[in-house]
């Protein structure tokens, strides 16, 4: 039995997860938005893959809590694939490395896929032919990465080359300031109602109300709703105003 379980915000990780398990084939796709909703969340898998965005250097805050949370069954093949703007400087696997040693489990291999950035309160979306560029090259990083896990190798840790020693001070900071985050953000006139943004939102923080978004205190700054608007009538502050959105445009 295979599984790779995901968190994806605006579906570059829900794309790479995708990529890897066809690439495999027989592969299960498990969504961490889903399983955090169970009381217990045991994985018994024989190769067991984690993919997930990164977030301030580390691994987003769901991710975390699902790594704390999961009883480890087996002692299978254990992988992870990160994904960020800047693949170089991101230590985020090491989180996961020292999340799955508390459980015992030691990670077999992981990587980091460069994918289009996505973090609007600093930058806007690249345009679309910079979007096709980075996809392109991260399907031939994402055939390598399958060839790897098709040979279950061992050893081989990308850890990024910047701040490794305080990734978790910077992660710990970002999760720290979650419960403020929802405060920035606000709707326009544009609004039509549709409550897409509730939909996507894989965390459940947003409730229509009066045919309004409302935030609540559990956001994992992904920008699903932010980017995923239809009618692009929601703004994060001011620092998103007049920036492209960004989608995975295959997912």
């Known amino acids: 039995m295979k599984k790779i379980y995901y968190f994806t915000g605006t579906g570059n990780s829900l794309y790479i997860a995708r990529k890897i398990a066809d690439g495999i084939g027989d592969v299960e796709l498990v969504a961490i938005k889903d399983e955090m909703k169970k009381d217990c969340i045991v994985i018994d898998s024989d190769f067991t893959g984690f993919v997930y965005p990164v977030y301030c250097f580390g ?9 704390v949370k999961i009883d480890i069954k087996s002692s299978g093949y254990f992988f992870c694939v990160a994904n960020a703007g800047a693949p170089k400087y991101v230590p985020a696997n090491i989180m996961t490395e020292k999340l799955l040693k508390n459980k015992g489990v030691s990670l077999n291999s992981a990587f980091v ?3 289009p950035n996505n973090y609007i309160p600093m930058s806007a979306a690249p345009s679309d032919e910079q979007i096709k560029h980075i996809i392109a090259n991260s399907d031939i990083k ?3 990465i399958i060839g790897f896990l098709k040979e279950k190798k061992s050893g081989y840790i990308e850890k990024g080359l910047f701040f490794v ?9 970002f999760y720290k300031n979650l419960q403020k985050a929802s405060k920035n953000y606000n709707v326009s006139d544009k609004c039509n109602s549709c409550g897409e943004c509730a939909k996507i939102c894989p965390v459940d923080n947003i409730t229509m109300i009066d045919g309004k978004p409302s935030w609540g205190k559990n956001c994992e700054q992904c920008m699903a709703c932010l980017q995923h608007c239809p009618v692009e009538a929601i703004e994060y502050g001011r620092s998103s105003v007049g920036k492209k959105r960004y989608w995975n445009p295959f997912v």
């Open 142 to 144: 994402i055939a390598e």
């Open 59 to 67: 691994i987003p805050r769901i991710v975390r809590d699902f790594l």
């Open 113 to 115: 896929v460069a994918m």
């Open 165 to 173: 020693r305080f990734a978790h001070k910077f992660a710990n900071f």
